[in-house]
């Protein structure tokens, strides 16, 4: 489906969410971190737009995304509040702004809410994200968990590999998962947990669950705008499916640019804007002479192009 026949839509609210789970309507989520991105999100006619804590690499270049913080987080949040309409949007609570206690994440949330104009905001991990859940829902904010692959603290959990993928590991992800459904999410992420162990918690868990390398049983799928459109150059995940390869035809076309502002083909006369030869001879007189000959500017002597 193009663009152009893309149906208009109400918009996308917690309540559509839970209905399209129960009947089965797959979810569509992806990131975004500008107001470019937000408009080529919302003229696909996706459900969710998340501004990820991953802008930390795919947009400031760090190797994590355990550095970016609440400003830089609220100035792309707002960015991209501003081209969208339809979509739910969620902003990821950075690393460091809702941990040491709860009114310290109700702060930071509502900040997402009220500067930046999220609907929604998520967070990583069970344990003590938990209670943190709790008191923003409390507090009426909506909130999106994360379980599994926890980006925020892939220290702590042997990198950025799967989780889950022993029974056990598989009991905690559920856990987690289970305690934030209680403690009033409405949505979670499951990341880089495997298929099979995805599949088993499906029946057990009654809220939207959205997958990023967690198989197919999810409610519905996420991905990063850079993976997805091939303009990311770091380390791409096993789940990461390219839809396009963007970023080869970007370089070519800003060489070439520069290739023809070195050559002098750009500017072409039909990039110039035209001044009439008189009001030209006017401005030379009302100049000052130059100080020496070759001083001269180039271009004040009218040409075919200006003339």
């Known amino acids: 489906m193009s663009a152009g026949t893309i149906p208009a839509r109400p918009r996308v609210t917690i309540a559509g969410l839970a209905d399209m789970r129960s009947q089965r309507q797959p979810i569509a989520m992806v990131t975004a971190y500008d107001y470019p991105s937000a408009q080529i999100a919302e003229a696909a006619g996706v459900d969710i737009v998340l501004v990820g804590d991953s802008a930390a690499m795919t947009v400031l ?24 309409r ?3 949007l969620v902003a990821d609570l950075p690393f460091g702004s ?11 949330a509502q900040r997402f ?14 344990g003590t994200s938990v209670e943190r859940a709790r008191a923003i829902v409390a507090a009426g904010i909506p909130v999106m968990g994360h ?16 989780q889950g993928r022993t029974a056990e590991e598989a009991v905690a ?23 099979a162990a995805t ?10 669950i959205i997958g990023i390398g967690a198989g197919p049983a999810t409610d519905g799928q996420v991905l990063v705008f850079h ?34 502002v070195r050559t002098h083909r750009y500017p072409a006369p039909e990039h110039e804007y035209s001044m009439p030869a008189a009001e030209t001879q006017l401005l030379i007189g009302l100049l000052p002479e130059p100080a020496h000959p070759g001083d001269a500017v180039s271009g004040i002597t009218p040409s075919p192009a200006t003339a």
């Open 173 to 195: 992800v559920f856990r987690s998962a289970r305690a934030l459904q209680n403690a009033g999410c409405f949505a979670l992420v499951f990341e880089a947990i495997p298929s």
């Open 199 to 208: 599949e088993a918690m499906m029946p057990l868990l009654h809220l939207p």
């Open 227 to 260: 993976d997805l459109l091939g303009i990311y150059d770091g380390h791409a995940a096993r789940f990461v499916k390219r839809y396009a390869e963007l970023r080869e035809p970007m370089i070519t076309a800003v060489a070439a640019y520069a290739e023809d």
């Open 98 to 108: 809702y941990e040491i206690s709860d009114e310290q994440a109700i702060t930071t």
């Open 113 to 126: 809410i009220k500067e930046a104009g999220a609907d929604a905001v998520k967070i990583e991990r069970g």
């Open 86 to 88: 339809t979509p739910l």
């Open 61 to 84: 270049g760090h190797e994590s995304t355990v550095p970016v913080t609440i400003d830089e987080m609220l100035m792309l949040t707002a960015a991209v509040r501003r081209g969208l």
């Open 147 to 162: 379980v599994g692959l926890t980006p925020q603290t892939a220290s702590t959990i042997g990198g950025f590999r799967a």
